[in-house]
């Protein structure tokens, strides 16, 4: 997660490498979100607090079952002496999930590394370079939603063997450790949830 911390490892992670203003708007930063994940996910709990993270866990019910989950917002790609190495949010699926029992051989769609890992099974919610996501979009709003979504992809692939959303070929393009300019040119509304039953019952999002 941090690659980096520079010289200044010692140092309180709000003023690492920072020269005062940033350590603040950071923090708006991260309380914008924390309230926000508090309203609308209550049952994601907050672990982690820093000015350049926030980490929440807590269970989604998307569908059939509750997931518990793990969250990580990264704020301030590079701020002197501390760099992330991604600048994206990332999520964690802490429950244990499987392969199709009719097909074994066959690997769970849009994870990131292997199902069985004990620490847990990264997800892939949306291509890092396709501007779905951008870091003035409130977690709450779209990294969260996108994660409900992709357990109720996950419920009905177990079923039916085919993935219901958008996909795109892992690897096809190479991602970059910064994000683009243009994924930082003003705001964009989140990608809506394609999932047609969970727009339906879209209380089950806020489980």
Not at 48 to 57: N, S, V, Y
Not at 171 to 200: E, K
Request: charged share 20%; glycine share 6%.
């Amino acid at each position: 997660m941090i690659a980096d911390v520079g010289s200044n490892w010692s140092a309180p992670l709000c003023t690492a490498g920072s020269t005062g203003w940033r350590p603040r708007v950071a923090r708006f930063f991260a309380d914008m979100q924390i309230r926000a994940m508090t309203e609308r996910f209550p049952t994601l709990k907050v672990v982690i607090d820093l000015p350049w993270m926030t980490i929440w866990e807590g269970e989604l019910t998307p569908l059939s079952q509750p997931y518990r989950l793990r969250i990580v917002d990264h704020r301030g790609m590079d701020d002197g002496g501390m760099k992330f190495a991604s600048p994206w949010p990332s999520v964690r699926l802490l429950t244990p999930i499987a392969r199709r029992p009719e097909a074994p051989e066959v690997a769970i769609p849009h994870i990131y590394g292997s199902h069985d890992n004990p620490r847990g099974a990264d997800l892939c919610l949306y291509h890092p370079q396709s501007r779905d996501w951008n870091d003035e979009m409130l977690v709450a709003k779209s990294i969260v939603p996108w994660s409900a979504e992709w357990l109720f992809y996950y419920e009905m692939w177990l079923v039916t063997g085919v993935w219901g959303g958008e996909e795109a070929e892992h690897g096809s393009v190479p991602i970059p450790l910064q994000p683009t300019a243009p994924q930082r040119q003003g705001s964009r509304p989140p990608r809506p949830i394609d999932a047609p039953v969970m727009r339906s019952f879209a209380y089950l999002l806020r489980s």
